[in-house]
Each structure stands twice: as structure tokens, then as C-alpha cells.
T-cell receptor, first 109, second 113 residues
Framework: EDQVTQSPEALRLQEGESSSLNCSYT??????LFWYRQDPGKGPEFLFT???AGEEKEKERLKATLTKKESFLHITAPKPEDSATYLC??????????FGTGTRLTVIP | GAGVSQSPSNKVTEKGKDVELRCDPI?????LYWYRQSLGQGLEFLIY????????KSGLPSDRFSAERTGGSVSTLTIQRTQQEDSAVYLC???????????FGQGTRLTVV
């Protein structure tokens, strides 16, 4: 059975304190791994797509990496506006998009 | 339109009533997803449409839930005989096809009283 596990469930960082969020997955035939950001009361906002192990994508303070078993979302020198829930999703042979439960990030000024 | 549009944004209904939730995907997107998100929880997959293929209904929680997609565009999620546990935000997303990023609407908040 396909599984996606995100850790930690919640993370509190001081402004400027870099850290990483983890998404580990067990799927049959990964076709894509996606990172989203979700603010309260809103739909998820697309951040990155990763397709193969070794791939990396960057956007501002965020960098996503992928191995054969997990993906990391690295946050460098975060700001309070980076506070949100970060969601990881995988698409495998079944083609539907399966989400983890997310990491709730709080960045304290 | 510029993005995925969902209507209504909020819906309050009485227990036992039927409700219809609408999703207008991004023009040209062949894939469409429905999810349910309960308060403080993750996204629960409901159903996936891809082009003219038979939809993946494996996430529908009971036979009270159904969805259709007309003309490969607009989709309607129908919940019959609503129950209080159906209260949640229902999110729709569309993508250009499999293995491409999906874009979400703002959701419909359903409250069953």
C-alpha cells in the first residue's frame, strides 16, 4: 500500500534559523513527488515537482531534494511569512495524488 | 479562468439533505481531483478523473458520495443524505495530466447541522 509520512508534525523556528522538513514515501513506481504550502483557510499552493532521485529544485528560501526513499524541504533563514503547513504528495502508478499529513511550520520573529 | 474555481465557498445544510459542490478546473486541464480536509487534518483523496478514462473512485467513503465530470470540464461532487461527519472543506484540483503539478481551488466549506 502506498504511504507518505511527513515529519515533524510541527516545527517552531526562530527567524533566520534554518531547518529541514522530511517526507518519506513507500510507493509502487513513483512518477512524481510534489511539495505544497497551505495557509489557513486556503487551498494548497504548488511549490515544487521532483521526478527522480538526485533532483533538486530551489525557490527563494526553499530547496527541495529527492532520494529513492524520501524528500527534504530545506528552509534557509526563514521569515515569519514562511509560516504555513507544508504538504508532500506522491503520484505513483495509480495516478491519483496521495498526500501526507503535513508539517505545520511556525517562524517566530 | 485563471485558476480553479469552486462554488459555493460555504454551504450550511441540514442533516439528511443532499448537497452539490461544483468545480471549474483550469481550461485545458485533463486531470481533476477531489479531496476532503477535516479541521486540522490532511487531505483525504476522494476521486480522480483523467480525460475520458474511467474515474478512480477508490477514495469515496460511502455510496452517499458521487461525482461526475461533464464534457471533460466542470465537475460536481454530490453528497446524498448528509451526515454531521461530512462536515469538512472539500477541495478540487486540476492538472494538465498525470505526473504534472495540480492546482487547487479555495475549497467549499461544508457544515452539516
Amino acid at each position: 500500500e502506498d504511504q507518505v509520512t511527513q515529519s515533524p508534525e510541527a516545527l517552531r523556528l526562530q527567524e533566520g534559523e534554518s531547518s529541514s522538513l522530511n517526507c518519506s514515501y513507500t510507493v509502487s513506481g513513483l512518477r512524481g513527488l510534489f511539495w505544497y504550502r497551505q495557509d489557513p483557510g486556503k487551498g494548497p499552493e504548488f511549490l515544487f515537482t521532483l521526478y527522480s532521485a538526485g533532483e533538486e529544485k530551489e525557490k527563494e528560501r526553499l530547496k527541495a531534494t529527492l532520494t529513492k526513499k524520501e524528500s527534504f524541504l530545506h528552509i534557509t533563514a526563514p521569515k515569519p511569512e514562511d509560516s504555513a503547513t507544508y504538504l508532500c504528495a506522491v503520484q505513483a502508478q495509480a495516478n491519483n495524488l496521495f498526500f501526507g499529513t503535513g508539517t505545520r511550520l511556525t517562524v517566530i520573529p | 479562468g485563471a485558476g480553479v474555481s469552486q462554488s459555493p465557498s460555504n454551504k450550511v445544510t441540514e442533516k439528511g439533505k443532499d448537497v452539490e459542490l461544483r468545480c471549474d478546473p483550469i481550461s485545458g486541464h485533463t486531470a481533476l481531483y477531489w479531496y476532503r480536509q477535516s479541521l486540522g487534518q490532511g487531505l483525504e483523496f476522494l476521486i480522480y478523473f483523467q480525460g475520458n478514462s474511467a474515474p478512480d473512485k477508490s477514495g469515496l467513503p460511502s455510496d452517499r458520495f458521487s461525482a461526475e465530470r461533464t464534457g471533460g470540464s466542470v465537475s460536481t461532487l454530490t453528497i446524498q443524505r448528509t451526515q454531521q461527519e461530512d462536515s469538512a472543506v472539500y477541495l478540487c484540483a486540476s492538472s494538465k495530466g498525470p505526473n504534472t503539478e495540480a492546482f487547487f481551488g479555495q475549497g467549499t466549506r461544508l457544515t452539516v447541522v
